[in-house]
């Protein structure tokens, strides 16, 4: 029997996708009031990276691809291994990172 096809909604992967939300929204607005604003669409590149994860980690695509189809668990890994990370890196600057 194979496993239903749907969200998984994974705790773990939420919340530490929600951590990393929050310490890099709190650092944007920290530099922003020292004088020092994230241009938004680095914050855009930021944000959509993390929703890739997302994505990537608690859709369907998740569990279709680890039980049924071998395609959608290769997007699964282009996703994660490539689509997220370069967009959150084109989120990230100099201050942000210090």
């Known amino acids: 029997m194979t496993e239903p096809v749907g969200w998984s909604l994974d705790p773990g992967a939420i919340g530490s996708v929600g951590v990393v ?18 241009a938004v669409a680095k914050q855009v590149w930021f944000y959509s990276g993390l929703a890739i994860l997302l994505a990537a980690l608690i859709s369907p695509i998740d569990t279709i691809g680890e039980s049924r189809v071998f395609y959608v668990h290769m997007i699964q890994h282009l ?20």
Do not use: K, T
């Open 21 to 38: 939300a929050v310490a890099y929204g709190v650092r944007v607005r920290n530099l922003r009031r020292a004088g020092h604003p994230v």
């Open 79 to 98: 996703m994660l291994g490539d689509l997220a990370p370069l967009a959150i890196v084109l989120g990230l600057s100099g201050p942000v990172i210090q």
